[in-house]
């Protein structure tokens, strides 16, 4: 049951990803382009609950069917579409003529127009690294004066070194959320989320990749540390009262992981079935009190497929219950990269970036820098992501008179550095190779063997 509309099914898109698990085994994958346009189709048809998932694939979408653009994230009338990319990409930056920051944008509401002017400031490339190259930070934005963030781990208070090497902060070390939900205290649990929250702003870390919400199903979930407990209502409750208090900083979280993730070894793709019922009462409900609270709540999605979808790439669940019925405005963000989450599939079910520490997203979603379907489903993730950081701690020190411009780390530099020596030396060892093979080629002990493998040859 669902607290904030009562005794009802579970919506539209969750149904038909119900649908769409039954039907899987019917139908061949098609190229991406198709995915695109049935993905959109799915989107503009919200409200015919009855459509069949045969439908959908066989009806195909018209361009009003499937375009959307920004105007307060409203559907737009485009009657004369003719196919073409439209104009909110490309060499708008430097100039960014429409002169927004995203200070501007600071304590506005999600819908104020001004957000489809700031977005329109953006180019393409921008949109794809904000979204794409998401590894515990958010990229910077030139052209609208967006700060990038530092974004860490903290079910269990924030991590103080993600690797052995590295910067270490400086935190209070807290026990583990199996502990913490044993309690069942509300106001011990807001405590320690000002703790968590104080030390995140002492950090400079503006997102915080917890707390873990998910459910005990059994003892011996490799996780359950970093979840509160079996039940769903506690584990709600424990959640709400933490990120309340991580709030109080101006620190965002994204409530791990989003969701059914209940099996450690091997997680990575594993297909979990479940009921509406207890999807909605137990599994779900550890995280809805929290995020119908604080609209700019968002979460870390699951390794896990739903049904044979990947989680992130659930309709139903991201953009059907998150947005639609939690009314969550909030950062949806991967765990961290696999090669089954298929990154424009991810966006347009409601997904805002990608947990990718090696290659990035940005060369898979840079292949539909002239689809308008995938161009405007980009903007509403940036949408998302750019309220929550305007909305943070982020924006401390950030004003209508700064200036954010793209710098090289110094770790990149010696990085690139490293791999342009490792390149010299290689050719240069392959050119000293080739030469000596040359010169040996010249000498009388090289004719003196060709001649004996030339008499072998004879014989």
Known sequence: MSRRTGRRSLSRPVRSCWREWSSSARFCRTPQASRVARAASRRSKRSRASCSFREELTQPPSARQFFSTFSALSRADISNFNGVAPEIVGSRHPLAALGLKLADL?????????????????????????????????????????????????????????????????????????????????ELINAVGKVIGNDCVDNEVAVLYGPGSNIHRTAYSGRNFEYFSEDGYLSGEMTNAEVAGIAEYGV???????????????????????????????????????????????????????????????????????????????????????????????????????????NGKEP?????????????????????????????????????????????????????LIRTILIVLVVVFLGMYIWKKIQFKKTEEYKTYKEFKKSLKKH
Request: aromatic content about 8%.
């Open 364 to 416: 898979d979603l840079a292949e539909y820098e002239n689809d308008p379907v995938a161009i405007s489903y980009m903007r509403e993730a940036c949408h998302y992501n750019l309220y929550v950081i305007a909305n943070s701690m982020a924006m401390n020190g950030v004003g209508a008179d700064t200036t954010v411009k793209a710098v090289t780390p110094d770790i990149v530099k010696n990085a690139n």
């Open 106 to 186: 600071t304590g506005k509401d999600y819908d104020d127009p001004n957000w489809a002017k700031l977005l329109e400031q953006m180019t393409f490339a921008e949109m794809a690294d904000l979204i794409g190259d998401a590894f515990h930070w958010t990229m910077p934005v030139e052209s609208i004066n967006a700060p990038g963030s530092r974004d860490e781990n903290g079910p269990q208070g924030l991590t103080a070194r993600l690797f052995p090497i590295g910067p270490k902060f400086e935190t209070v070390a807290l026990t583990s959320e199996d502990v913490m939900g044993a309690t069942f205290n509300r």
């Open 252 to 358: 965002k979280v994204v409530i791990k992981h989003f969701a059914l993730n209940d099996h450690e070894e091997e997680r990575v793709g594993i297909s979990i079935w479940a009921n509406e019922q207890s999807i909605r009462e137990i599994y779900l409900k550890a995280f809805q009190d929290a995020m119908e609270a604080d609209d700019t709540a968002g979460v870390m999605t699951s390794y896990t497929r739903w049904g044979t979808t990947w989680s992130g790439a659930t309709e139903g669940l991201i953009d059907g219950i998150m947005r639609g019925e939690w009314g969550s405005k909030g950062i949806a963000i991967s765990d961290n990269c696999r090669n089954h989450m298929d990154a424009i599939s991810g966006v347009m079910a409601g997904s805002t970036a990608y947990d990718d520490m090696m």
